[in-house]
Structure formats: C-alpha cells, structure tokens
C-alpha cells in the first residue's frame, strides 16, 4: 500500500506532537506534585501535633486554634491534590484531542484522495490501522513519562530524607534514660505566671 505525501506528513506531525505532549506538561506536574507532597508534610506536622500535644493543648486553651490550622493544612493539601489531578486530566485531554483530531484529519484527507483517485477505500483503512498501531503505544508512553517526571522531585527529596535518616542514627543517644528530673520549672503564658517554682 503507498502513501500519499499528505496523508504521510499528517501522520507524521500527529505523533511528533503525541510526543512533545508529556514536555509540555512536564514541568508543571512535577512542581504541583511536589506541592502535595510540602502540603501532606505540613498537615502531618499539624495532625501530629494535635494528636499528641493534645493535653498541652487544652491547658493552654489553644484547641480550637489548632484545628483550625489542622483544617486550614488539610484544604492546602486537597487543593493542591486537584490542581495535579486538573493538569493531569488536561494532558490527557490534550493527547486525547491531538489523537482524535488526527484521525478526523486523516479520515477527511483519505476522503479527498479517494474521491479524486489517488487512494482505495482499502488503502485508507490500511493506513488508519497502521497509524493506530503507532498512536497507541506513543500515548502510553507519553502518559507513563508524564507520571514519571512528576513524582521525581518527591522522589529525590525521599532519598534525601532517607539519606539524612541513616547519618542522624548513627549518632542518635541510645543508653535508657532512667529519670529526669525538673526543679523550679515556671511557666508564664502572656505575662501570667500558670505554675510557680514547681
């Protein structure tokens, strides 16, 4: 089967720009990605602290301020979750558009060739299925690159973590602590004394 140059070029720029796609959109994932892993961080942080510092809490009758800024990091997080998931979806869509848009294209200018004489109606179909042998593993690909380069900064700051982990270890104080012992401990809140040479 031979391919007209039109239909030949068309099906060429739709995989060069089924390519270019994930670089597009590259850059902008893999930031929001690594703003949902900052947010995760900084509302772990806030669960943590209103989990176990609950009893230093109440006394200090900060409750409702700390859920407030507990509720306030776990909107951070989902928001940042749905501006991922949003430039995720137009990726996809954009992939999705170039795909369909091509075949429409292709569909069109095999109609063209065929009304003039310059293509069987078999040619036509034999060139849809070899495109579509093309287009589906590009897309893919491009779609698996895509998640990949956004979870590297996430990636990379784990390994760091993890690397800062190893060394903080070794010199971490490990004998059992038997007692400890507080002597004239006075707590002050906003210049009223609460405890006094306790």
């Not at 994930?22 to 602290?49: A, G, H, M, W």
């Not at 579509?132 to 590297?152: D, E, G, R, S, W």
């Not at 982990?165 to 038997?178: H, L």
């Amino acid at each position: 089967v031979s391919v007209h140059p039109l239909m030949a070029a068309l099906i060429f720029g739709q995989m060069l720009l089924l390519t270019f796609v994930p670089r597009i959109f590259r850059k902008k994932l893999q930031e929001q990605k690594t703003e949902i892993s900052d947010s995760l961080k900084r509302y772990n942080v806030k669960l943590k602290d209103s989990i176990f510092c609950l009893p230093i809490i109440r006394s200090y009758l900060a409750e409702k301020e700390l859920l407030l800024k507990t509720n306030e990091a776990g909107v951070e997080a989902n928001e940042a979750d749905y501006a991922h998931k949003k430039t995720a979806t137009w990726a996809d869509f954009a992939s999705m558009s170039i795909g369909y848009g091509g075949d429409f294209l292709l569909y069109s200018l095999g109609a063209l060739l065929i009304m003039k004489g310059y293509m069987t109606i078999g040619g036509l179909l034999a060139v849809t299925q070899i495109t579509n042998v093309l287009a589906n593993p590009i897309t893919t690909i491009a779609y698996n690159f895509n998640t990949m380069n956004a979870v590297k900064p996430v990636r990379k700051s784990i390994l760091q973590l993890m690397k800062q982990g190893k060394k903080n270890s070794e010199s971490v104080f490990t004998e059992k602590i038997e007692t400890v012992e507080l002597d004239s401990v006075v707590v002050d809140k906003n210049g009223t004394e609460l405890l006094h040479d306790i």
